[in-house]
């Protein structure tokens, strides 16, 4: 059986149509089988919205993307900068796609990647967001964040979704064990938002 941590979804197509509000604003999104949480944005990913602090100029990725809430919602906040939205699963990115054109968004790109590797290469951000892949497994997961590490700006912020029963201790664990500064910012329905800054003065 796939799961959403795949290139390309074997199952039958079920497009269907969702709405979710953000800032008073109702963004649409198209989702499939296939793809992680298609009948609704899930909790997490909206906790990680509702949280996540992004100024208007600020050059942002979604990691992980799906079919692209997260990254849509920053691109409605940096308007003045620009969002990357990237994905393992085609269908997902596939789907971002149309929801970018849906949403009439023009400072946001999708790309088909397995976490950073079809970036351009030295591109650096001011802000990484994830709801990680975890059904991915542990590692998959750590890659995410070593590589958030790695594409940050000095000055940087990495965010991150995960419930506390799917790993959030080891997760702090180990952002603690990457980044200068680490704080648990949002805590709720057992989910926990994680903000990690990168200074490397300070490490």
Sequence with gaps: MDHYFTPQPSGEHEIREISYTFHGKELIFYTDAGVFARDHVDFGTSLLIQEMGIDEEDLVLDLGAGYGPIGIAAACLAKKGKVYMVDINERAIGLARLNIKKNRLNNIEALVSDGVKELPEGLLFDVILTNPPIRAGK?????FYE????????????????QKKQ???STEKKLKGLFSRVEKVAQA??????RAEKNTLEE
């Design 167 to 169: 790993g959030a201790e």
């Design 139 to 143: 590692e998959a997961v750590f890659r």
């Design 189 to 194: 329905k057992g989910y926990r938002v994680y």
């Design 147 to 162: 590589e958030a590490y790695e594409r940050l700006k000095n000055g940087g912020r990495f965010w991150v979704v995960i």
